[in-house]
């Protein structure tokens, strides 16, 4: 371990935040770790000074500047206006992965899967988590998924890397390609593309429901999952819950120039103050940290003084088990005995050394050359509440310009025009396909011609998509029953 001590930024967060950073900080430095600290002030406190990012300036000046944050959980203030913290500095800070190892301690810690050990890596800046949201018209909404070549080459080579630097033997891909052809799609596709590159690493694919119910039900089927920012949220919390408790998991947030680590669990207001929160989450995100910074052997010694500490039956209230567990401690007694263990090594569990921990994983992407994009038609979104599916298409299906013609239209995804059937529900929310015959292409300035005709005929037009090819292949998805 290098003597240079290494600045990071702290946040003591709410709720239980401050309880558990002040256990996970003083075993920090009992243990000699090698730190100094910048705190700043995030979360609710901010949100009601009446900054909706929850973060003030000088904390993103201090998180650019150390590059390396251990951040205790925040409360976002209940109604709307705020957006979520955490997303917010994951995406901002380029934190690409999410690292969430999910261990059980068995006979220690209950739980009904003594086998376990899965690490979760999350795509953490895409997908639905964009955040980016409309209302359109008085009966929908809509979320855009966002899915990119370079977010989902970054998030699985970042996989298979880990694989190989500790020794894990595969590599399993979440999505659900099967409805979500195209971004789900894409995750897939280069998921395999990827895959090929490590011949030593198996790899599988599998449906996120069916794959979430195998996890829930046989988790030592896996090793390292590997899926979007919606489904690894949910499945990582899945995963920790079933090793015993939320409670004890940490997590990292990776990017390229900066980190962050943190507890997978909430604020949990409710118990704050009451010295009964469990700080194992926070204290094992540190450990993370640490060989993050290049201190490996502080993380080792932290790391088996938790472990004995663990296996000697000493537990806070959330996982405290009478037949599993020795002593019901607080928030203070458990972090005095893990200060009590350092140094010692677990005797029933397997001890933890971080000696040939690896260097941060660097990403590099491939260039990909560009393809030849052409226009070729555009969906025309309506709010439109008047009359039946052939109404709607009756009125348009003389509007034509450049060979641009009605070849479809869908509500909420199932095509209701021509040859729709009455049994389908429909909102006040239209999408009309107007396509050119063989994908001819066609410029802008006549699909704004188009949708001028459109609006003269009285049509509220409130969003349109191009329709494109890339290499002469469509980009775009059929609407359900087309």
Known sequence: MKNTKKTITVAYGDGIGPEI?????????????????????????????????????????????????????????????????????RKMLGLYANVRPCVTYHPFVGTKHPVMDVVII???????????????????????????????????????????????????????????????????????????????????????????????????KFDVIVTPNLYGDIISDVAAQITGSVGIAGSANIGDQCAMFEAIHGSAPKIAGMNKA??????????????????????????????????QGIHTTDIYKADTSQKEVTTKEFTQAVLANMGKMPTKLAAVSYENAKKPIEIKLKEKPAAKKETVGVDIFLHWKKGSPDQLGNSLKEVANSGLTLSMITNRGVKVYPGGIPETFCT???????????????SYKEIMELMEKVNTLGFDIVKTENLCTFDGKPAFSLGQGQ
């Open 21 to 89: 950073m002040g256990a996970t900080l003083e075993i920090l430095q009992a243990a000699g770790a090698q730190l100094d600290f910048e705190v700043i002030e995030i979360g609710e406190k901010v949100y009601l000074q009446g900054n909706t990012t929850g973060i003030p300036a000088e904390a993103w000046d201090s998180m650019r500047k150390t590059k390396v944050f251990l951040k205790a959980p925040i409360t976002t203030p209940q109604g709307g206006g705020y957006k979520s913290l955490n997303v917010t500095m």
């Open 122 to 220: 999350r795509e953490n800046e895409e997908d639905l988590y964009a955040g980016i949201e409309h209302q359109q018209t008085d009966e929908v909404v809509q979320c855009l998924k966002l899915i990119s070549r370079p977010g989902c080459e970054k998030i699985v080579r970042y996989a298979f890397e880990y694989a190989h630097q500790y020794g894990r033997k595969k590599v399993t891909c979440f999505t659900k390609d099967n409805i979500m052809k195209m971004t789900d799609g894409l995750f897939r596709k280069v998921f395999e593309e990827v895959a090929l590159e490590y011949p030593h690493i198996e790899h599988e694919h599998w449906i996120i429901d069916i794959g979430t119910a195998m996890l829930a039900d046989t988790p030592e």
């Open 278 to 311: 469990n700080p194992s989450g926070l204290l094992l995100a540190a450990v993370q940290m640490l060989i993050h910074i290049d201190q490996p052997e502080v993380a080792a010694k932290i790391h088996n003084a938790w472990l004995a500490t663990i296996e």
């Open 428 to 442: 006040d929310h239209w999408r009309c396909r107007f396509t050119t015959e063989n994908f001819k292409s066609v």
